[in-house]
Nanobody, 123 residues
Framework: QVQLVESGGGSVQSGGSLRLSCAASGAIDSRACMGWFRQAPGKEREKVASINNVVGTTDYADFVKGRFTISQDNAKNTLYLQMNSLESEDTAMYYC????????????????WGQGTQVTVSS
């Protein structure tokens, strides 16, 4: 069992920055891959970024490359998402996710989810 608690969301103007945090606990092998997803009203949930804790690689959606950075503090069991140059299109509920493998995360199957944190970007 894995528990994920997000924080750091809020309202910001276009061009601004936010840093999301996800405090994780529970079985370490079930957190081998962690990531951030988002869901805007009326749209499907989509992957933003992920990090493979086994090999240390990261993966980003094209729409955030160069603007967002995913990182992890293993000592604090905390996952971060630094979001810069925010745009109104980034407005969504952001979810932290964890899975035993990144292909599960990508499929959004056998994945643990946090409760979400709202990010609102005004133009």
């Amino acid at each position: 069992q894995v528990q994920l608690v997000e924080s750091g969301g809020g309202s910001v103007q276009s061009g601004g920055s936010l840093r999301l945090s996800c405090a994780a606990s529970g079985a370490i092998d079930s957190r081998a891959c962690m990531g951030w997803f988002r869901q805007a009203p009326g749209k499907e949930r989509e992957k933003v970024a992920s990090i493979n804790n086994v090999v240390g690689t990261t993966d980003y959606a094209d729409f955030v490359k160069g603007r967002f950075t995913i990182s992890q503090d293993n000592a604090k069991n905390t996952l971060y998402l630094q979001m810069n140059s925010l745009e109104s299109e980034d407005t969504a509920m952001y979810y932290c996710a964890a899975a035993k493998a990144c292909w599960w995360l990508q499929l959004q199957q056998n994945t643990y989810w946090g409760q979400g944190t709202q990010v609102t970007v005004s133009s």
